[in-house]
């Protein structure tokens, strides 16, 4: 007997209904608010208004549209799956052969659950496929699914693309997504959904600087507080897609995948592929959705459960000049400005003196280190702060003992190297003997010394990324690869935390976050970028993950020169740290960045574990956000260009508790307003409401100056 099933999964304000009617594949007939209790009639009915008629010059039976598209049912959008044997069973009939619910089986009837999972294993006999699909939905009402295709036959079958696609509903109109380069990550673009496909292709063998982040699809005008709005994550780290599609039978989808290179998933005989988790989240403007994601980490059980460090990283100090006595000094300014975590940056290995030689070559070069890193670290240890250290595994210099040793295990295709990308190529993991020597090496040092963090960077994009010798791409396998050495090398130290930084925040993805404990958002740490650079990073990615540091001035990537109150101001609503030769710091400058760094201890438990909210101005020139609990709130005012009319607005502070009471007052306000406000020179107290509607008259501040607001709860004598 066929399978005919409703599955009926509610969290969190979410619903999703997955209906599987006379065994087809699975089919989304809601994915939205929360449509309460459904029922057996409900099921009947919601199919019956759901049924697409019967169109003039389509198909003669009702289109249906499953979680991976299928052509054959007179989709004429894209399909899920596309892959051959050898231009055979190209167009496969699926019929559902197990359903679980929560991993339980079930046949028929309407199933109903609060947060839940479901698997769905199909079959095309004649095909000989199997099709598996995976959803869950998470208690925080954030929705994923991903699907896996195994060959059941004796001959190979290629597999070109495999995605999983969500219907939005029609009045959902308008995109937004990401795209961005090196130190300009994550710039938002909006545009209309027309008809056919909006696609966005990462080629770049890591998530990329131009990724895009997160696709959203939304009602028009659709802002941080308010309009409906869909939107998803393809979770991968390697080639990807995000895509939205409309067909002129009025129906639309948002989905994503990996993107496969010609011929690089062939299956023999029983292999399966199993594509990306591809995430989803649906609400009330994009801070809703921004919190499901959000929300989600939190509650994973590796999510880092002790306060963020503070940390100090001394690239911008050193660079490749890596004398003990200066960095000694660095230990010791560091830890008087109350530094938890001090990073030993690139050039401590092989023959590493700048960026045309020695990465691959993981020891401590003698030259440079005749003692080791134990003088090093004995001192930041001393000084009670962790240890932290660069690498970058996944990249090798053809001036290295390793490429002289092996050139075969660089990635290369056609008999050519690659183009060059700052100095370097890559090295291919997915070469057993390659990856063992890099696991080993990595191994030793951790093992050696004690490290309780390692920066782990990936400075180019995989071009001409084959295997030498076959020369077929190896993308695929060089992703999964780097997944398992990053989990290995925990598994020799545990509690060892681990930064994702590619060339600045080329790979920010919640698949390389379930085994690293933070990205590094850019390699452009001026305050006034990062300003954009870390909103639109904190869309997918909570604030206690994001790296965000005090630098130098000028600053390294733009020249721009700004005060310390913006540095820091800006940084502190992140994981913060420093980039900056602080020995060459006075007095003065020192006793503000402690300052500051005091008073981020004080307020991180709310800035790393609070609500996010942001501001729908209507104007460019100001920024406002904050973090917001029980307690209260925190809130950035931030004057990013010369303000026009509006700047003397009035100014809401949203997402406090209508009814409760809050103390307001200003951080650190006569170093950074240029005509305070009444309400600055004293704190007040207003209601959560009052304080949303926006009776705060907006700051006159300096152009590239920040405003840090407090809003302390007042608690009631009725209140405990």
């Known amino acids: 007997m066929p399978m005919d099933a409703l599955i009926a999964l509610r969290a969190a304000g979410v619903g999703l209904l997955l209906d599987i009617s006379a065994g087809q594949l699975p089919a989304v007939l809601h994915w939205g608010a929360d449509l309460g209790e459904v029922g ?7 199919r019956r208004a759901q049924q697409m008629p019967v169109m003039n010059n389509g198909v003669d039976v009702p289109l249906r549209l499953a979680l991976v598209p299928e052509g054959r049912a007179g989709w004429m959008g894209r399909p899920g799956l596309s892959g051959s044997r050898g231009g055979r069973d190209w167009s496969p009939r699926f019929e559902v052969v197990e359903l679980e619910v929560d991993g339980q089986p079930v046949t028929v009837g309407v199933h109903t659950s609060g947060a839940g999972s479901v698997r769905v294993a199909c079959r095309d006999e004649g095909a000989e496929l199997e099709l598996e699909l995976l959803v869950e939905l998470t208690p925080q009402g954030l929705l994923r699914t991903r699907a896996g295709v195994r060959n059941l036959g004796a001959e190979a079958y290629q597999v070109d693309e495999l995605l999983v696609a969500l219907p939005v509903p029609g009045q959902a109109r308008e995109l937004l997504d990401f795209t961005g380069r090196w130190t300009k990550e994550r710039q938002p673009q909006r545009l209309p959904l027309v008809m056919g496909e909006h696609r966005r292709e990462n080629r770049r063998g890591r998530t990329g600087a131009d990724a895009a982040h997160q696709l959203c699809l939304g009602t028009r005008g659709f802002g941080h507080a308010g309009g409906a709005v869909w939107a998803v994550h393809t979770a991968w780290s390697g080639n990807h897609v995000h895509y939205a599609e409309r067909v002129n039978t009025g129906q639309q989808v948002i989905g994503g995948g990996e993107l496969l290179l010609p011929g690089e998933v062939i299956l023999g005989q ?17 801070d809703n959705v921004a919190a499901r994601f959000h929300d989600w980490m939190r509650a994973r059980p590796q999510h880092p459960a002790s306060a963020r460090p503070v940390t100090l990283n001394v690239w911008e100090a050193v660079y490749f000049d890596h004398r003990l006595d200066k960095l000694l000094e660095l230990v010791d300014r560091a830890a ?21 030689a020695g990465l691959g070559d993981w020891w401590v070069s003698p030259q440079m280190w005749p003692d080791g890193l134990d003088p090093l670290i004995s001192a930041v240890k001393a000084k ?12 090798v210099n053809m001036d290295s003992d390793l490429a002289r040793a092996h050139p075969e295990w660089v990635m290369q295709t056609g008999g050519r190297l690659p183009v060059e990308s700052r100095h370097q190529q890559v090295l291919n993991l997915a070469i057993p003997q390659a990856y063992a020597q890099v696991r080993d090496q990595l191994s030793e040092i951790l093992r050696r010394y004690e490290i309780d963090y390692l920066k782990w960077d990936h400075n180019r994009d995989l071009v001409d990324a084959g295997s030498a010798g076959s020369g077929r791409p190896a993308v695929h396998a060089q992703t999964l690869a780097a997944y398992r050495l990053m989990d290995e090398l925990r598994a020799v130290r545990p509690g060892l935390e681990i930064e994702s930084c590619a060339s600045g925040g080329a790979r920010v993805d919640l698949e390389v976050l379930q085994r690293t404990d933070r990205v590094w958002a850019s390699d452009c740490i001026d305050a006034l970028e990062r300003q954009q650079i870390d909103w639109w990073t904190k869309q997918l990615i909570p604030p206690e993950l994001v790296g965000s540091h005090i630098a130098s001035v000028p600053f390294h990537t733009t020249g721009r020169i700004l005060g310390l109150p913006m540095r820091a101001a800006t940084a502190v609503f992140g994981h913060l740290g420093i980039e900056w030769d602080i020995t060459q710091a006075g007095p003065e400058e020192l006793a503000v960045l402690k300052g500051w760094i005091d008073w981020h201890k004080q307020h991180r438990a709310l800035l790393h574990s609070g609500r996010m909210v942001r501001l729908d101005w209507p104007d460019d020139e100001l920024r406002v956000h904050g973090m917001v609990d029980d307690s209260g709130g925190i809130f950035s005012v931030a004057m990013v260009a010369m303000p026009g009319p509006m700047g003397l607005g009035l100014l809401p502070l949203p997402g406090l508790e ?3 009471r809050y103390r307001v007052q200003v951080v650190f306000a006569d170093q950074i307003v240029q005509l305070p406000q009444a309400w600055q020179a004293a704190p007040i107290e207003l209601s959560g409401a009052q304080l949303a509607a926006g009776v705060l008259r907006a700051p006159v501040m300096f152009t590239d100056q920040v405003l840090v607001v407090e809003a302390r709860r007042v608690r009631a004598d009725t209140e405990s």
């Open 658 to 660: 209508p009814q409760a």
């Open 40 to 46: 057996p009639s409900d099921w009947e009915a919601l």
């Open 270 to 286: 029983g292999e399966q592929y199993l594509g990306p988790w591809v995430y989803a989240s649906h609400g009330e403007g994009l």
């Open 336 to 356: 008087e400005v109350g530094v938890e975590r001090f990073v030993l940056d690139d050039g401590w290995f092989g023959g590493r003196r700048d960026d045309t």
């Open 384 to 395: 009670g702060m962790q240890f932290g250290l660069w690498v970058e595994p996944e990249m």
